[in-house]
């Protein structure tokens, strides 16, 4: 690095083995703490809709003003953005009687549009270069649609198509661990195979989520809500804190030769 080069700490972190394992715990309580929240507290979809987007819009707020990257805070901000995505989808379909075809494409054309607007405003769509306020807000939009997309399509997996929850997280790991084959054997770009990935873990955790939480009647393992969500809130804050002292997470780009 030259003299004159200035470092800027990114605001997202660096795409590591433990990004990816928090992402799909986030993912997960995401759908359980949602149907916490709706059923077992009685707040009802409306209820736990407006509680849940007033959180996210202090935390994230928070997030936006910060000058650099803090685990707890973005992490925060990743779970809080994955209930209200889970529940943005729940009251299109329960409550508006939206079908679960049509909230696909809505949302997979809203996340298009995203990308579409961020790259020709950013010529990137790379989160190894969120450095700026515009640049974030695309990206937490981005993350905003591809939680509700991802809670669309493992619902329509799950129970539209009735694959069940263990076959529907076989189909979504798969199709995951074909982006990886494709990204670290065939070379394929790596900002396109992170975006699929990144979207694909939604329905994964959706779908172990459900199974874990689940009446067995239902094809789940009947742990519940409330443990299920226990055990994974648990997991994230423990690797939280492991990266909030190791500081592995922590992505420098430089001045010169950014995406």
Do not use: C
């Amino acid at each position: 690095m030259g003299k004159n080069e200035i470092q800027t700490l990114n605001k997202v972190p660096a795409v590591i083995i433990y990004f990816w394992i928090i992402k799909v715990l986030a993912t997960t309580v995401g759908e359980t703490a949602a149907d916490f929240l709706n059923l077992n507290l009685h707040f009802g979809l409306t209820g736990t809709s407006v509680a849940m987007s007033f959180l996210l819009a202090a935390f994230l707020s928070q997030q936006i003003r910060s000058r650099r990257y803090v685990p707890w805070l973005y992490w925060v901000n990743v779970v809080l953005i994955s209930i209200v995505g889970t529940l943005i989808t729940d009251n299109l379909v329960d409550n508006f009687g939206v079908a679960l075809e049509t909230t696909n494409i809505a949302f997979g054309i809203a996340l298009a549009a995203t990308f579409v607007a961020w790259y020709a405003s950013e010529r990137t769509l790379s989160i190894r270069a969120i450095y700026t306020t515009r640049r974030e807000l695309f990206y937490w939009a981005a993350v905003l649609f591809t939680f509700a997309l991802g809670t669309a399509a493992g619902d329509l997996a799950a129970e539209g198509l009735s694959l069940g929850y263990v076959v529907s997280a076989l189909v979504f790991g798969a199709l995951i661990a074909g982006s990886a084959i494709a990204y670290y054997v065939v070379g394929a770009n790596s900002v396109a195979t992170f975006w699929i990935a990144y979207i694909l873990t939604r329905p994964l955790g959706a779908s172990v989520g459900d199974y874990l939480s689940q009446p067995i009647a239902d094809g789940g393992l009947g742990l519940g809500t409330v443990l299920t969500s226990a055990i994974f809130l648990a997991a994230i804050a423990t690797l939280v804190a492991y990266l909030t002292v190791t500081r592995r997470d922590v992505l420098v780009v430089p001045s010169r030769g950014r995406d």
